[in-house]
């Protein structure tokens, strides 16, 4: 459902559907419905790939890039693993750089090998992990967030980038794979001393709010923990309870971890974490009941992240400029608070970097008043509460 926030501001709920006739889309050239799976599709496959995918003993996935990049681009990873075993391709994954332990826990990374792997290596990953492995590898698959179209099928548009990535590989290898949108994977919780640490200490006790400060662009995408703040308050106000808001800062560097609290307010307690590693945090998102944030990796990160019942708040992520709808996991309990900017890129499946639309002075994060987003934010919570 997509519903007015207030003057400009409207809220996309993950479970939205897309009807290709609204956005701009390249047609799939197939409807997946009539094609069982592991049949050939009516496009030709690229056959170089095909076969240099072939011969490979050793799949290396290879990030090195942002983190919101590389969540969205594991479909590819799923896609291909999925085509090696519809073919019967038997493979070893595994996953190097900075991203290799979130990763591990997506399910697609086996086991270190016992022996040496057979055949020869294939790369999949961002240009940087692609291109630092060539002289290495017999095939690279170089995820890039700007290479797929928006792809339509059946009346429908395919918006978000894992289900762009994930049927980009399809076309390419040929054969109508196994999966269903959602098609990014899914990131299960572990035990965590931090995450238990802030249990004893009550943090995570009654209505535990996640805001995301942390962000590459601040110029641009910083929602400001003041504004945060403001929403935890509103919100709080509205259940007459208690709020406890975590303020999720920049990621692990090597000043370490830094855990602060503010004065308490009358709803609400500020516990601020800087520092924190996203394989701390994976761990800690799906303790919260809200998840906040502006659109960057850890936002992704949040919606990816399930508890071990497989259950997780739900996640709203702010767009002032770029397309919420490519910009996001394809998860049903990811939604949007956007722009009219942004909801311009979307139908026009355009970019404001790629495409060099001269940005817009007005449009910063202060397009999303606290208070339209808490009420927002409050029918989501009544949605989910027991």
């Known amino acids: 459902m997509t519903t007015a926030a207030s003057a400009g501001v409207r809220f996309h709920s993950g479970s939205e559907v ?10 799939l050239g197939y409807d997946r419905d009539d094609i069982p799976v592991g049949a050939p599709l009516p496009v030709p496959a690229s056959a170089a790939l095909v076969d240099r995918l072939s011969g490979c003993g050793e799949i290396e996935v290879a990030f090195e890039g942002k983190l919101g990049d590389t969540l969205l681009a594991l479909s590819t990873v799923r896609a291909l693993l999925e085509w090696l075993r519809l073919c019967s391709i038997p493979v070893t994954v595994r996953a190097v750089g900075p991203y290799a332990a979130l990763m591990a826990r997506s ?25 630092a492995r060539a002289s290495e590898s017999v095939a690279g698959l170089v995820c890039d ?21 994930y049927l980009a590989l399809e076309r390419r290898l040929g054969i109508r794979l196994p999966g269903t949108a959602p098609f990014v994977p ?39 923990a003041q504004r945060y703040i403001e929403l935890a308050e509103l919100i709080a106000e509205r259940w007459q309870s208690q709020a406890r808001l975590l303020l999720i800062g920049g990621v692990a560097d090597s000043s370490g971890i830094r855990i602060t609290t503010d004065d308490p307010r009358r709803y609400v307690q500020v516990l601020r974490l800087d520092g924190v590693s996203a394989d ?4 800690l998102f799906p303790r919260c009941q809200l998840v906040v944030g502006n659109d960057t990796g850890l936002t992704h990160l949040a919606a990816m992240a399930r508890g071990r019942d497989g259950g997780g ?10 397309s919420h709808s490519k910009w996001r996991t394809g998860l049903p309990h990811h939604h949007a608070v956007a722009t009219d900017l942004s909801d311009r890129m979307h139908q026009g499946d355009l970019c404001p970097v790629r495409d060099a639309i001269a940005p817009n002075t007005d449009i910063h994060m202060n397009a999303f008043p606290p208070v339209a987003l808490a009420e927002i934010c409050v029918e989501l919570l009544n949605r989910v509460a027991p």
Do not use: Q
């Not at 270190?112 to 940087?128: E, L, Q």
């Not at 928006?150 to 894992?162: M, Q, V």
């Open 107 to 131: 399910g697609l990374v086996t086991r270190p090998p016992t022996t040496a792997p057979r055949g020869r290596r294939a790369v999949v990953g961002d240009r940087a992990g692609v291109e």
């Open 18 to 27: 897309t009807p290709s006739a609204s956005v701009h889309t390249t047609p």
């Open 186 to 224: 899914l990131l299960p919780a572990a035990p965590s001393g931090l995450v238990e640490e802030l249990h004893a200490m009550g943090w995570l006790n009654g209505l535990t709010i996640a805001a995301i400060t942390a962000t590459s662009w601040p110029e641009r995408k910083n929602y400001t």
């Open 145 to 165: 967030p700007a290479a797929p179209p928006c792809w339509s099928s059946a009346g429908l548009a395919h918006p978000d980038l894992p289900s762009r990535n």
């Open 313 to 322: 708040p739900p996640v709203v992520g702010l767009y002032a400029r770029h």
């Open 280 to 283: 701390h945090l994976v761990n």
